[in-house]
């Protein structure tokens, strides 16, 4: 089984503040992503990358940054946090391998900007 | 935007099927459609997937239209714990990056 694990559940930050949120996946996919999920928006794509020190913007870049070092781990950066960032975050990660490349997601982890 | 129409809500017996419509009447002919399902405060569940052939899996059944203008994803005996947000995308065959999640269907089962 794909197993795709977040660094935290549950985040409060306060404005300004510097926000990592680590992703880390099993499967060896070179692909991974990051979403955020807010009521009425479905999920938006922050960022992706198709390997290691790659990274594409997605649809809403603005205000956030990724790393990616190894190809297990996705990194999202929040530079300065503000308050209309507070949102669930969810990471993914999907296989080259494939044609259909299905997407596998974490739990999500709810950052609260105070 | 979500290239799929969805109802927001429907409700299943436990033990009856319960089939989620969706209309993505745009499709074009490289696109896949999938089927994801959000338990409340969990990352989204792969579900499915289909291209025009109808299509099964151990969760649950996908029946695609001719016209491929609409599908309809079938759980053959809700559970409980079936209960969630059902999501519906099109996503083209050769852009994995391209997920784009509507609004679903939050289907409650009830005893």
């Known amino acids: 089984d794909v197993k795709v694990t977040q660094s935290s559940r549950y985040l409060v930050k306060r404005t300004g503040e510097k926000v990592f949120l680590e992703c880390v996946q099993d499967m060896d996919h070179e692909n991974m992503f990051w979403y955020r999920q807010d009521p009425g928006l479905g999920l938006r794509l922050i960022y992706f990358s198709y390997d290691v020190k790659m990274k594409e913007k997605g649809d809403i870049p603005e205000g956030y940054s990724v790393s990616r070092e190894k190809k297990e781990r996705f990194s999202l950066i929040l530079e300065s946090a503000s308050t209309n960032q507070t949102s669930m975050y969810l990471c993914a990660s999907s296989s080259s391998g494939s044609i259909y490349e299905t997407q596998y997601f974490g739990p999500g982890t709810r950052l609260l900007v105070l | ?111």
């Open chain 2, 1 to 111: 935007d979500a290239k799929t129409t969805q109802p927001p809500s429907m409700d299943c017996a436990e033990g009856r099927a319960a089939n989620l419509p969706c209309n993505h009447s745009t499709i074009s002919g490289n696109e896949y459609v999938y089927w994801y399902r959000q338990i409340h405060s969990q990352g989204p569940q792969y579900i499915i997937h289909g291209l025009k052939n109808n299509e099964t899996n151990e969760m649950a059944s996908l029946i695609i239209t001719e016209d491929r203008k609409s599908s309809t994803l079938i759980l053959p005996h809700a559970t409980l714990r079936d209960t969630a947000v059902y999501y519906c995308i099109v996503r083209p065959l050769y852009n994995n990056n391209d997920m784009r999640f509507g609004a679903g269907t939050r289907l409650t089962v009830k005893p």
